[in-house]
């Protein structure tokens, strides 16, 4: 079946626009991760949703970035008025219960983001 | 809180040759242990994991044990293959919580025929 899929691929914005990124789960998946790649500080946990419940958004760096998903589904990432160490790679991820212990984690192939 | 520790790379094998990554973690709780791999040019994939101590992952020819005593989780091949080149995730996912993972810095290993 599909996996998971993101858009866009790459994207390039000018330092203090807003950017949306898209993340498509595995159909009847019920949990949902963000998660950066960059340079400086590897791969970073943002936030999880699972099912109905509210999200943990610990990991989320500053109040410019927010998610929602809509539906139990799709879920959108937006960063408000982007910075440069905001470049990155960001990843999504699903997986069928994210409450079962070593649940795996379906990644998709990832937005590049750069801010100029 | 929870981290991955795992050794720097790049390493660089020649065909055959045996692999280790070295990775140790620390965690509150029990958590599952996993290695991801990044192939070059494709997204993260799960290698193997285990979720309690003692236990083996293993696939493709790589292993790992989940050692509580040492908090290791070190990989493992006999005869690393060119195919095999790519970056290395040690992951933990804790326990009690959303799996959501903590994991290590990478490491990238290229093999040379």
């Known amino acids: 079946g599909a996996g998971v899929s993101q858009s866009p691929s790459n994207k390039v914005t000018e330092k203090g626009k807003d950017v949306e990124l898209r993340c498509d789960p595995i159909?009847?998946?019920?949990?949902l991760y963000w998660y950066r790649q960059s340079l400086g500080q590897g791969l970073e946990f943002l936030i999880y949703?699972?099912?109905?419940?509210?999200?943990?958004k610990s990991g989320l760096p500053s109040d410019r970035f927010s998610a929602e998903r809509t539906g139990g589904s799709v879920s959108t990432l937006t960063i408000q008025r982007t910075q440069q160490e905001d470049s990155a790679v960001y990843l999504c991820?699903?997986?069928?219960?994210?409450?079962?212990?070593?649940?795996?984690?379906?990644f998709g192939p990832g937005t590049r983001l750069t801010v100029t | 809180g929870d981290s991955v520790t795992q050794m720097e790379g790049p390493v660089t094998l020649s065909e055959e040759a045996f692999l280790t990554i070295n990775c140790t973690y620390t965690?509150?709780?029990?958590?599952?242990l996993f290695w991801y791999v990044q192939y070059p040019g494709e997204g993260l994939q799960l290698l193997l994991k285990?979720?309690?101590?003692?236990d083996k992952g293993s696939n493709k020819g790589f292993e790992a044990t989940y050692r509580k005593e040492t908090t290791s989780f070190h990989l493992e091949k006999g005869s690393v293959q060119v195919s095999d080149s790519a970056v290395y995730f040690c992951?933990?996912?804790?326990?009690?919580?959303?799996?959501?993972?903590?994991f290590g810095a990478g490491t990238r290993l290229a093999v040379h025929p």
């Open positions: 991820a699903s997986s069928y219960d994210g409450s079962g212990q070593g649940t795996e984690q379906y």
């Open positions: 159909s009847g998946h019920t949990a």
């Open positions: 949703f699972q099912g109905n419940s509210a999200p943990d």
């Open positions: 965690a509150t709780g029990y958590p599952s």
């Open positions: 285990a979720t309690k101590a003692d």
């Open positions: 992951a933990l996912g804790e326990s009690g919580g959303y799996n959501k993972l903590i």
